[in-house]
């Protein structure tokens, strides 16, 4: 069996996970068991999450990571050894539950896996809009946000992988959409392509203004994939009963001791929000559900995609930090082979 390179995790970070906290290490593979499956990866997701795993030491939706583990992450690949009669040698598959890890190949219980058609969608979008990002928008807009036709709803990171997949499902719902994305070339893609309404870029000097004038009833269900600054002023223009969907803290998480904090929380009492946060662990059981209604509105041409592909299991954590600067354009995506 061939040996397998495996991004290992050496220290707990307080921020950013950078080259102190990992380890690129080559072990042996291994054979797999009964019910097993060996994958070899083709594609590695990067998703901020990642380094909420790395910085946990308490159990978690999903699970933690300790000292000498592989980084956990999403991956689909093509199976090159098995004792599984679901998944024979050849055939293509997505990990479910991100346990494939920052690795050339993973073993795999069959249990973990789902059937991947290449022919449906190119392999990175096998792990963006119809992988992890595609379930977390699913369950964060369809189950959690319930929004309506005619509602606002704002989406935050709406050019990057979750939030551009949240922003379209609320416009296939119905609402009247509005992105939030770093740039006028993000911004554009969010409206030419991804056909949302409007996209208000944050780092413009009137963003608070341009996003009120946008919102002249205010907010009605505001999905969340930053926090900070953006949260804050989200906040304070949130409509009466209005629902936070809080997905990821991007914004955050390379900011130790830097950040004020909110301002405007006093939003959720004054105006009765609802406020949830997101874990896509709640809803293992509705996978297929999820699955099946995103290929099917892919298959249909309403769900568009957009990926960044680095190359080279090598260039994990640089490619990594680009989720933190903003630097990527659409599904950031480690290709390995």
Same mark, same amino acid.
């Given at each position: 069996?061939? *040996?397998?390179?495996?991004?290992?995790?050496?220290?707990?970070?307080?921020?950013?996970?950078?080259?102190?906290?990992?380890?690129?290490?080559?072990?042996?593979?291994? %054979?797999?068991?009964?019910? %097993?499956?060996?994958?070899?990866?083709?594609?590695?997701?990067?998703?901020?999450?990642?380094?909420?795993?790395?910085?946990?030491? /308490?159990?978690?939706?999903?699970?933690?990571?300790? +000292?000498?583990?592989?980084? $956990?992450?999403? @991956?689909?690949?093509?199976?090159?050894?098995?004792?599984?009669?679901?998944?024979?040698? @050849?055939?293509?598959?997505?990990? $479910?539950?991100?346990?494939?890890?920052?690795?050339?190949?993973?073993?795999?219980?069959?249990?973990?896996?789902?059937?991947?058609?290449?022919?449906?969608?190119?392999?990175?979008?096998?792990?963006?809009?119809?992988?992890?990002?595609?379930?977390?928008?699913?369950?964060? +807009? +369809?189950?959690?946000?319930?929004?309506?036709?005619?509602?606002?709803?704002?989406?935050?990171?709406?050019?990057?992988?979750?939030?551009?997949?949240?922003?379209?499902? /609320?416009?296939?719902? @119905?609402? $009247?959409?509005?992105?939030?994305?770093?740039?006028?070339?993000?911004?554009?893609?969010?409206?030419?392509?991804?056909?949302?309404?409007?996209?208000?870029?944050?780092?413009? /000097?009137?963003?608070?203004?341009?996003?009120?004038?946008?919102?002249?009833?205010?907010? *009605?269900?505001?999905?969340?994939?930053?926090?900070?600054?953006?949260?804050? *002023?989200?906040?304070?223009?949130?409509?009466?009963?209005?629902?936070?969907?809080?997905?990821?803290?991007?914004?955050?998480?390379?900011?130790?001791? %830097?950040?004020?904090?909110? $301002?405007?929380?006093?939003?959720?009492?004054?105006?009765?929000?609802?406020?949830?946060?997101?874990?896509?662990?709640?809803?293992?059981?509705?996978?297929?559900?999820?699955?099946?209604?995103? %290929?099917?509105?892919?298959s249909e041409g309403k769900l568009r995609h957009r990926e960044d592909v680095i190359d080279g299991l090598e260039n994990f954590i640089p490619a990594f930090h680009r989720l933190f600067r903003g630097a990527n354009f659409g599904k950031l995506v480690l290709k390995i082979r």
């Open positions: 069996m061939p *040996d397998n390179r495996q991004w290992i995790l050496v220290k707990k970070p307080a921020g950013l996970a950078t080259e102190e906290h990992l380890e690129l290490v080559t072990r042996p593979t291994g %054979e797999p068991g009964p019910g %097993e499956v060996l994958i070899e990866q083709f594609c590695l997701s990067l998703d901020p999450g990642q380094n909420f795993y790395m910085q946990s030491s /308490a159990e978690t939706g999903g699970g933690t990571m300790t +000292i000498g583990d592989v980084v $956990r992450g999403w @991956g689909v690949g093509r199976v090159v050894a098995s004792k599984s009669e679901r998944f024979p040698v @050849g055939c293509y598959v997505r990990d $479910r539950f991100g346990f494939a890890g920052m690795q050339d190949y993973a073993m795999l219980p069959e249990t973990s896996l789902y059937p991947v058609d290449p022919g449906l969608a190119p392999l990175p979008a096998q792990i963006g809009v119809l992988g992890m990002p595609g379930l977390t928008a699913y369950f964060g +807009i +369809i189950e959690i946000g319930k929004p309506q036709a005619g509602e606002t709803v704002v989406v935050s990171g709406a050019a990057g992988a979750v939030g551009s997949a949240a922003g379209q499902l /609320a416009k296939i719902v @119905g609402a $009247r959409t509005v992105g939030i994305a770093g740039g006028p070339d993000k911004c554009r893609f969010v409206v030419e392509e991804l056909g949302l309404d409007v996209c208000i870029d944050y780092r413009a /000097a009137d963003f608070e203004a341009q996003l009120a004038a946008v919102c002249p009833d205010g907010i *009605d269900l505001y999905f969340d994939n930053v926090a900070g600054k953006i949260l804050d *002023d989200c906040l304070a223009l949130m409509a009466y009963r209005g629902r936070v969907v809080f997905c990821g803290s991007v914004a955050e998480a390379s900011t130790v001791g %830097e950040w004020d904090g909110l $301002r405007n929380y006093g939003a959720v009492l004054f105006n009765s929000l609802q406020w949830e946060g997101l874990s896509i662990h709640n809803y293992y059981d509705r996978f297929d559900e999820a699955y099946l209604a995103l %290929e099917g509105w892919f």
